[in-house]
């Protein structure tokens, strides 16, 4: 929800701001004292188009701000961002052979926030951004951003802050202001005048400047900015679970009105797994309005929580924790008929993720039977001559008989029925280079972690909690799998929701996608009997190009159909007609392009008759060059003349875009609240970007009423 703050007088940190009334200025009132020895409000409710800058140079106090050495600036505005780059406030040499002796806050069209501080090239250029900084539209409004500057010739140092955040910093060895560009002679808003001509051009409303002569505090900035704040954060940086970033989100609406959400927590930066992530979880009981502080059902302890701050530039960007354990893309679903709620996640031994699992399932034969295996630390590399059997009991398969050795429901290791113990590690940056060390800490040893003397096959499992209150206490780990081939790689989870069948002869049964790309595999966990066994489906997609992070729908009659991520620029769907066992040949949606390389999607069904008809609703980015342009898609499902997969079409009459098209938007989940509006929770940046990595706080949850969707 966007939140305004109307404060006359604040008192924080020991400094005191006093809002005084407009006094007399030039024809635009461009000038305004707020206080004589502290700062200057440089401009209210200017409006700048075409180009046309506004010049307020020869204004009182110009020569303060021209001469400044240190500083904070604030401004609100709100802006059309058609133009690639747009200055707000711009310092600078406007003559002649001048061209780069300037500095400028400015805006581009994707919403990112920067600034640009050159004395020419030879002599200095300082240059800060970051990406996914601002909110273009909310509810189809043109939105006002807020945002600060802070030079602090003390620290050497540079800071950006937006709407309650703060973004980013840059520590310089020479420190440079405004009084160090050579012969500054102008002040404008809406461009930056270069060699008298205007460059970067502003389409909008500046609001307001201010410009303070001290540097605020670093939590006044934030909270001045926080004036304008858009949507709500389920899961951030400040909720107590030690992780900056989070990333692939989950929510669900239980029978009886909770509302859950998952999503990683990751404390490595926004790389996947191989690094240190964990799920998170919370729950709202008012219906999606308020959320519970997270818990962390799903986690790991090799590794510490600890609150790191990833690099975001050179190659330390590109630096992962190589050494923990980690959980990844969770799952939510309930059955509607015990009301057990389940939790899924993809489980990575101790420096493995995706791309570098070992092949195979983790499983072996033994005795007819099929056992998760494991290695003694001591024994060769390829000699896996344990089993953890019934109970957790580890047995030696060379005897067959059992050992001393047990695992806990967490699969946390136990000798003679204690606990085992190791150190638990943690990271920190020195200079450019990670480093992993050991903590005096002890933690319970488990087989996932790279110090227990039994560990398993390394390599990914699909694994399962569930909850018989709503998620406020979880039953122990369940790791699934024994339907795979043990030579076989394990499958992972299309991330979102699972499904159950309500209606016609597969009535009751829960499903779920999974996939694994780099072998080509795609299917469908199910369970007929509660979540209690599960079984999977082989699934063929016939062409290649399919990834296979989708989601289910069912149709009117109790068929199903499913939509999922290709690497086609296209969302493909396919559809079953006998509770998942065989599916048609995949299909494209034609009214959507996405990227080549695609992206997660979500699509639910809607409980009520939209138009009077059935209806499904999807979430999903719509832009073919980046992970961009969220839309929310209403589908009317319409009965044809046809049979089998024919039978139903879908109607996508209705689409609504969450923010302007360049902005960004990524992996999302929607679910329908109690009271039939829309729920979304998603990652308002480009995920897939290398520009847009280690992002903070990005994961939103806004709310949306049909009437307006449905608005064209």
Known sequence: MKTFKRTLILLMS???????????????????????NFSITLAENVTVTGGKVVDVTKNNHADEIMNLQEGTIVISFTSDFNNPVQSLLSVGNATPGNQDRHFHIYVTDTGKLGMELRNTDKIFKYTLSSPAALQGLYHRQQAINTVAFKADKNKNEYKLFANGKFLTSMKVKEYKFLSDITGVNNISLGGTVRQGKVAYPFNGKINKVTVYKDNLNDQVLSDITAATVYGKQIFSANDGSGSNYYRIPAMLTL??????????????GTHDARSNIDIAFARSVDG?????????????????ASKVTWPRAGKEKNLQIS???????????????????????????YGKGFNNAAKGSGFKEVRNGKYLKLRWHEDGINEYNYTIRENGIIYDDRNNKPTDYSVDKEYRLLFKKKNLLQKQYDVKFVGSD???????????????YKDSVFQLFPTNYMVMKYSDDNGLTWSGMNILGKFRQVEKNMLLFGPGRGTQITKGKYAGRLIITAYNSMTGDYGYLFSDNHGKDWD???????????TAEAQIVELPDGSLRTFMRTNKGKIAYTTSNDGGFTWSAVKYMDNLNVTKYGTQLSVINYSRKIAGQDAIIMSTPSAAD???????????????????????KINWKYSYGLDLPKFGFSYSCLTELPTGDLGILYEKYDSWSRSELHLSDTLRYETYTLSEVMNN
């Open 536 to 546: 999977f489906i082989n699934t063929e997609l016939g062409a290649g190009g399919n």
């Open 626 to 648: 980046g992970r961009r342009n969220g839309k929310i898609l209403i589908g009317l499902i319409e009965t044809t003349a046809g049979t089998g997969e024919d039978k139903y």
């Open 323 to 349: 050494g923990s354990a980690a959980f990844i893309d969770s799952v939510l679903l309930q059955d509607k008929e015990t009301k057990r709620l389940f939790l899924f996640a993809d489980a990575f031994t």
């Open 434 to 448: 990670l480093v992993e060390y050991r903590t005096n800490i002890d933690v319970k040893m488990n087989v996932f």
């Open 14 to 36: 020991g400094i005191f701001f006093a809002t005084s009334t407009i006094l007399a200025a030039d024809d635009n009132k461009l000038i305004k004292r707020e206080s004589e």
């Open 288 to 304: 999606g309005k308020t959320f519970s502080k997270p818990v962390l059902p799903l986690a790991f302890d090799d590794y510490a």
């Open 255 to 268: 029978s009886d009105g909770t509302v859950v959400a998952s999503a990683d927590a990751r404390y490595g």
